[in-house]
């Protein structure tokens, strides 16, 4: 990958703001948050429970819309989609990995690999197992194919939900604690496995409570109470003004 690309933006925020009307009032879960990850990035989100990581996350993948401000994931504003539309460039653009992986337990696990492709009709059909089964393979679990998610232990599952989210090669991969349901040594593997996805070029947002998961990060976006806190970077030494750092 050569420069250019490498620092051209795959997901910008501009002025985005949260407000949800809940019993007691009206809560911001983001406010005013200013932010760009360039293509090929890979990103730990992190901050307290409540700071905003999730609202974050759920903006990028259009499960959520902003009160204010705009999102721009893959060259395409968020709000300019209407529902319809907006599931569809999910499936073709964004892949999500969950903490409780959230595979269909009547299907075996190379039908819930295939299944993104059915959704999105990027993929022939009669490729669709092929595709799935060469995904399958390069997250070390192609043995495992043919079994139902209750048959595999949990760091197969998230591999399995790994291999699901690239089953239609979406520019971004979105993960929602990825690692928070696995043992230290599961969580270890998938952790080298998204560094691996992402040492081949993969954008990857991660939002964690794991202090070793920031570890395979090339970069940390902390949140403090709907905000980005631009400390990290200034005790680095990086110069100008948070919205220029990030």
């Given amino acids: ?46 901050g307290k429970s409540g700071s905003g990581k999730t609202t974050l996350l759920n903006l990028l993948a259009g499960i959520d819309r902003p009160t204010k401000g705009e999102v721009i994931v893959a060259g395409t504003s968020m709000g300019a989609l209407s529902e319809s539309r907006l599931a569809e460039w999910r499936g073709r653009n964004v892949g999500l990995v969950f903490q409780f992986f959230q595979l269909l337990p009547t299907l075996t696990v190379v039908e819930n690999v295939a299944l993104p492709m059915d959704f999105a009709e990027r993929i022939p059909r009669a490729k669709r197992r092929h595709r799935a089964l060469e995904l399958l393979e390069r997250v070390g679990i192609r043995d495992q194919a043919d079994k139902l998610p209750n048959m595999l232990s949990g760091g197969q599952q998230q591999r399995a939900a790994v291999a699901r989210a690239l089953a239609n090669d979406p520019p971004v991969l979105l993960a929602d604690e990825p690692t928070g349901n696995l043992d230290s040594i599961n969580r270890a593997a998938v952790l080298e496995l998204f560094a691996d996805l992402n040492a081949d070029g993969r954008t990857i947002v991660m939002v964690t409570h794991e202090h070793d998961a920031r570890a395979f990060a090339t970069r940390e976006v902390t949140m403090v109470d709907g905000h980005i806190d631009a400390m990290p970077q200034a005790e680095a030494g990086d110069p100008g003004t948070p919205d220029e750092r990030l």
Avoid: C, H, Q
Avoid at 4 to 10: F, G, I, N, S
Avoid at 12 to 26: C, H, N, Q, S, T
């Fill in 1 to 46: 990958m050569n420069d250019l690309p490498a620092r051209a933006p795959v997901v910008e925020l501009r002025g985005v703001a949260k407000i949800y009307d809940v019993p007691a009032g009206r809560f911001t879960a983001l406010d005013g948050v200013n932010l760009e990850i360039a293509s090929g990035e890979f990103v730990a989100v992190v």
